[in-house]
């Protein structure tokens, strides 16, 4: 199994850091100084996108660490209820959430009051997996007629397709939408692929004794781009 060259440490430390500076300096000001001469905290809802998991490391660090208690703030973490983060901070019931790419993109064009205010993996975390006994399936463009297990993200599919296309093949195969069951039905054989954060699911694949075979975009010639990144309510940072 291909692994990710990005290591658990250095997203530790970099979303830390990152995490920590930026609620600090957005719930910063005058009213935060007032807050702290009464020993107030600035509520800070945090909508996750998933499961906790790598992606979070820095925001669980920073709260075990008591970064955002030392700055005055109380992060109020909302586990994730198959509600997108986006329509959350969108509708003021979060001030920050878990985005990626695409989908904030999309969102935003749609009018969504979101503004992108980190980038927390700059380069593409996913990559497409089959199970690693797959002899039929030596690159993305073997996937053309098989059957994609997606998360109903409009994003994914058109991802998808370009992958395969970048790599040879039509980009023509069937997607079911099937959320955080994709990964069992992978396993179970019931899908022929889908795309795992290799630093989170790939690793718990590995622990599961599933042995997968992973194929990264950029492989084939796909572009690179960010993927995942924290979005806040813009009218609640301006």
Same mark, same amino acid.
């Given at each position: 199994?291909? *692994? *990710? ?24 000001? +005058? ?42 703030? +109380? ?36 009018? !969504? ?15 497409? !997996? ?11 463009? +073997?996937? +053309? ?94």
């Amino acid at each position: 199994m291909k *692994t *990710t060259s990005i290591s658990l440490r250095t997203i530790a430390a970099a979303g830390v850091l990152a995490l920590a500076t930026l609620l600090t300096s957005c719930a910063g000001g +005058d009213e935060a100084e007032g807050e702290s001469a009464s020993n107030a905290k600035t509520t800070v809802r945090f909508a996750l996108d998933w499961t906790p998991n790598t992606n979070h490391t820095g925001l669980y660090v920073a709260l075990n660490k008591g970064y955002f208690e030392d700055a005055g703030i +109380d992060v109020e973490i909302l586990p994730f209820n198959n509600s997108n983060p986006e329509v959350l901070v969108d509708a003021g019931q979060a001030e920050f959430g878990i985005s990626f790419q695409d989908t904030a993109s999309m969102s935003m064009a749609s009018g !969504a009051d979101l503004k992108s205010v980190l980038a927390v993996e700059q380069t593409w975390a996913t990559e497409v !997996a089959v199970l690693a006994d797959r002899d039929d399936i030596q690159s993305p463009a +073997d996937l +053309d007629g098989l059957t994609f297990g997606g998360f109903d993200n409009p994003a994914e599919t058109k991802t998808m397709q370009g992958v395969v296309q970048s790599a040879g093949g039509d980009g023509e195969f069937e997607t079911v939408t099937l959320g955080t069951s994709a990964y069992e039905a992978l396993y179970s054989g019931d899908v022929d692929f889908t795309v795992p954060y290799v630093a989170w699911e790939g690793i718990e694949a590995e622990h599961r004794g599933v042995d997968l075979k992973t194929f990264a975009y950029t492989d084939y010639g796909f572009p690179d781009a960010y993927q995942v990144l924290v979005v806040g309510n813009n009218t609640w940072l301006e």
